[in-house]
């Protein structure tokens, strides 16, 4: 009998245990300290969980040579065809956004808590503060019970308050692990001198990132006007380019709101019309009417991205080189780490989710296997 510990109950601790809990040798606890399971996949897509991308592709992550690697062992249709054998419906969207057909994020986490063995116990309300080694095991807190593999999956802590922050995985402490601080990604922007009376204005957009005016990363999507910065996808989007810049000084975003029409000649419009309105938001039109802007390209100065309990992940974590390939600590057998505490993150689209599962999947399928 091995018996296994999976610190975190969210979307790779979740995987990880119903892949484990498929061997009968095993006995899997699954400590969580919230008191409830999978609290971010059931936030994630709105509710709605935009759980795969059907086009997974090493440029929509941050480290494209890890991905490169990993892409080869365990790939989206891998990790399709695991959630339709759990009787998960999916419905694609053509964007390649893969959903659950209920459109309903708790399906997901239903049909992962509903395929779980007799092997598995989860146990919430159980903050996991030390892993120690004890009799060649490995020791939870103060637990009579040892481990003989652990798989950290405590996430990080984009979306989470302030003072449910506090301590966050200090269980690794002492492994002193080669970690990068954690900044919000896929958080959106606040704005120097932000136009305020565009407040609550939405609006199709391309969108470019620039640096000393040179575009860095470009995408078309809505634009959300808030009380003193942007968001929407596309902007999320452009904010997890922003954070792997080294140099984030003079960084600017342009907005083309006439994204579908690159032939449309504004100067005629005007000299016809004399204002917007009939091309653009009301209050886009206003504006416009006060000071007027070139609608292909509004500039605005990027002040900071919004804070962590905004963002949907985190940029930073444990860097790549200390895992193996199976997702093992190389300095520490038996100990593995997988999904968002990791130094990996993707953008909007299903590709956070994808690698939580896909990295769950690969150290689970190494404790099983032995590939
Ligand atoms: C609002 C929002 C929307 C999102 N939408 C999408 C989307 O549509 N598509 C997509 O791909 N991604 C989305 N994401 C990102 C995605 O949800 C995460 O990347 C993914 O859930 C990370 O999985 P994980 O298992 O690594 O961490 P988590 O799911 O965060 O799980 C970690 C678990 O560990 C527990 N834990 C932490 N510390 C301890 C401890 N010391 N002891 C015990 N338990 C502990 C936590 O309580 C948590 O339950 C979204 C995120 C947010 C916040």
Known sequence: MKYIAIIGAGSAGLFAAKKLSENQDFRITVFEKANKVATKLRASGGGKANILNADIQTRHYNNAEFMQRFLQKVNYEQIRDEFAQMGLKMSVDEEGRVYPSSFFSQTVVDVLLNNLGENVTIRCGFNVENVTKAEKKWQINDEKELFD????????????????????????????????????????????????????????????LLRNGEPIFREN???????????????????????????????????????????????????????????????????????????????????????????????????????????????????????????????????????????????????????
């Open 149 to 208: 593999e652990v798989i950290f999956a405590s996430g990080t802590p984009a979306g989470i308050i302030p003072k449910n922050r506090r301590n966050f995985c200090s269980y690794l402490s002492d492994f002193q692990l080669k970690r990068t601080e954690f900044t919000p990604s896929l958080s959106g922007f606040k704005i120097k001198s932000y136009p305020k009376s565009l407040f609550g204005c939405k609006a199709k957009v391309k969108a470019t």
């Open 221 to 371: 999507g809505e634009v959300v006007f808030k009380e003193d910065g942007i968001s929407g996808i596309v902007i999320l989007n452009l904010s997890a380019y922003y954070n792997r810049l080294d140099d984030k000084r003079n960084c600017e975003v342009s907005l083309n709101f006439l994204p579908d029409d690159d032939e449309y000649d504004v100067k005629n419009h005007l000299l016809k019309f004399h204002d917007v309105a009939g091309l653009v938001h009301p209050k886009l039109n206003r504006l416009f009417l006060q000071n007027r802007f070139n609608l292909r390209d509004f500039r605005l100065k990027i002040d900071d991205f919004y804070e962590l309990e905004f963002a949907q992940v985190c940029h930073g974590g444990i860097e790549v080189t200390e895992i193996t390939e199976n997702f093992e600590l190389k300095r520490f057998p038996h100990l593995y780490v997988v999904g968002e505490m990791l130094n990996i993150d993707g953008v909007c689209g299903g590709y956070n989710l994808f690698f939580a599962f896909a990295s769950a999947c690969c150290a689970a399928n190494f404790i099983n296997y032995g590939n």
